[in-house]
């Protein structure tokens, strides 16, 4: 990568935070105008390409957060585009395809993408997996990233949590409830959002009676009265905010 073109990528990161600038190359039009729009209405600014050449045009010009590529197209292969994303600037790069078969991943995950989704998909698992996949780009070129909510410190970075400067213990599925909210900050979470997001996938079953011992047991841990939580709030008939 030239040093012009590694200041161009720092620069994106930096400017892109509140709005990330999405590709997403998508041949199916049905699939794609309804990608369009679930982004858009999640704070993403959506760039469509309905095939290779336009895709590879916008990459020449245009700087994005993260690529959502389809694998065929008809005038080319996603492999393809996210070979030239990555001679260029390192931005994370998402398949999103019906190719589901062992060599496909393989070599999707091997030539840089970091994720690969296989249709049929649901859009909030999709959401979430961006969100996860730009936490870990901004992380690489950040550092840690912190966040704090009175007397409670969030090392999202390091997986840290603090209370008074003490360290907080909470199980794998304590802590993707409580990133779930933080990621979701100001906004309220219904419960089957809070379900899909913290489904177990070790098999570990998660319904919406074990989602009210979880929010619970996270409240016990990080509230100063847990029975009048300022953290993490019960918005009634609906679900929770933090």
């Known amino acids: 990568m030239s040093l012009e073109n590694f200041k161009k990528c720092n620069i994106s990161n930096k400017i892109n935070e509140d709005k990330p600038k999405l590709l997403l190359v998508e041949d199916d039009a049905a699939i794609a105008i309804g990608l369009e729009y679930s982004l858009a209405q999640e704070g993403f600014e ?8 336009s895709a590879l045009s916008a990459i020449s ?20 585009i996210c070979r030239r994303i990555k001679e260029s600037c390192d931005t994370p ?27 049929p998909f649901r859009i909030r698992e999709l959401q979430s997996r961006i969100r996860s996949v730009l936490r870990r780009s901004n992380r690489a ?23 008074n400067g003490k360290d907080v213990f909470l199980t794998a599925l304590e802590y993707r409830l409580l990133l779930t909210l933080i990621n979701n900050e100001g906004r309220v979470l219904t419960r089957n959002m809070l ?29 100063d009265d ?9 918005v009634r008939g609906i679900g929770y905010q933090i």
């Not at 010009?61 to 393809?80: E, M, Q, R, Y």
């Not at 070599?107 to 296989?118: C, E, F, Q, S, V």
């Not at 007397?151 to 949590?161: D, E, H, L």
Request: aromatic share 8%.
């Open 93 to 119: 790069v998402i398949f999103l395809t019906a190719r589901d078969d062992e060599g496909s991943v393989v070599m999707g995950l091997d030539i840089g993408a970091d994720d690969y989704i296989t249709k």
């Open 226 to 234: 847990p029975q009048n939580p300022e953290i993490i709030k019960t």
């Open 46 to 53: 959506v760039q469509l390409c309905y095939d290779a050449a």
């Open 195 to 223: 379900l899909e997001s913290i489904w177990d996938v070790s098999g570990d079953f998660v319904n919406d009676n074990t989602l009210t011992v979880y929010i619970k047991r996270l409240r016990s841990k990080i509230e």
């Open 141 to 163: 070129s950040q550092g840690d990233v912190i966040v704090q909510y009175g007397n409670v410190t969030v090392n999202i970075t390091k997986g840290q949590v603090r209370k």
């Open 61 to 80: 010009k245009n700087l994005f957060d993260l690529a959502l590529i389809d694998i065929s197209l008809p005038d080319g292969n996603g492999f393809d």
